[in-house]
């Protein structure tokens, strides 16, 4: 029964941290460096995360310094940078690139906090698939007699509380989000 509690636990925070990942993949008009997680270089025949190439800076709220080690990669960082969907275009100056992120507008705004609350949505739909699994396999257990009907209705009130718990951490953390998206 606690193995079972402890099994949705982890995939609940599982999905929160996923969450969590997206969120911070979101532009707030703010410089960011986690806007550059995903991007990769080929240097010397392997994709290479940006991070381990480059000293990243963020001098200023909205601007982004892109320092590599070897300077020989900086085109090869400009292309890369320009072909990802980040949104900003990269100023090189032939020792590093400048990202620099331009305020955002209230439509803009706006669109963003939709996208926003579609990814906390669809993270309280993944909460909830987590719950129905483990109600059913709280069903199952006591269908093949290991908890009796009592422990049953406990263990899918436990999963309601955890469930309940999760989702009120997602909705805080979108509120949080949104705010800071929105302030200008």
Known sequence: MEKLVLDLTEKMENAFNSLLKNFSKIRTGRANASALDDIKIDYYGALTPIKQLCNISIPEPRLIVIQPWDKSILEGIERVLLSSNIGVT?????????????????????????QLKKLAED??????????????????????????????????????????????????????????????
């Not at 990269?90 to 590093?96: A, Y």
């Not at 049953?152 to 509120?175: F, G, H, P, R, S």
Request: hydrophobic fraction near 30%; charge should be negative; proline fraction near 3%.
């Open 90 to 114: 990269p100023d090189n100056d032939g020792n590093v690139l400048r990202l620099p992120f331009q305020p955002l507008t209230e439509e803009t705004r706006l669109e963003i906090v939709k």
């Open 123 to 184: 993270a309280k739909i993944e909460l909830r698939n987590i719950r129905r699994e483990g109600n059913e396999t709280s069903k199952k257990m006591e269908k093949g007699s290991e908890i009796s009907e009592d422990n049953m209705k406990d263990l899918q009130i436990d999963i309601q509380e955890l469930t309940d718990k999760w989702v009120k951490k997602i909705t805080d953390t979108a509120k949080t989000k949104e705010i800071e998206i929105m302030e200008v």
